[in-house]
């Protein structure tokens, strides 16, 4: 995970890895690991979007710091309606079954285990 390269996108998130469709791997369980949240810090100097990956098994969570421009950073935080902290859409964790099986066993949702179960 050393060394990961990344470009900027044009939605809220503002940053994804370069490679496309690259698989950060948990440490402890080796498997795909989702992305969390970011969180745009434009005080900073740089100003950074913190991006953070989690585990959907054991809650591993592993950050990334991407410096970029204060003109960048203030414009990903203008997509976000000025708020610095976001989280990917649901789906992102709902396509996930054992995340999903997971979030709705905490009550956060009707997630995909139900429907699997038919």
Not at 8 to 24: C, T
Not at 39 to 53: F, K, L, Y
Not at 76 to 82: C, F, S
Request: net charge neutral.
């Amino acid at each position: 995970m050393i060394g990961i390269t990344w470009k900027r996108i044009e939605d809220r998130l503002g940053h994804a890895p370069i490679e496309e469709n690259l698989k950060i791997i948990c440490p402890n369980c080796k498997i795909d690991m989702l992305q969390r949240n970011s969180i745009i810090w434009p005080g900073n100097t740089p100003p950074i979007n913190e991006v953070g990956w989690k585990c959907p098994r054991c809650a591993y969570y592993k950050k990334f710091i991407i410096e970029d421009t204060r003109e960048y950073i203030e414009e990903v935080l203008k997509r976000r309606d000025g708020h610095n902290w976001m989280m990917p859409p649901l789906r992102t964790w709902t396509d996930d079954d054992e995340a999903a099986l997971q979030l709705e066993a905490l009550g956060y949702f009707g997630g995909r285990g139900k429907d699997k179960e038919k």
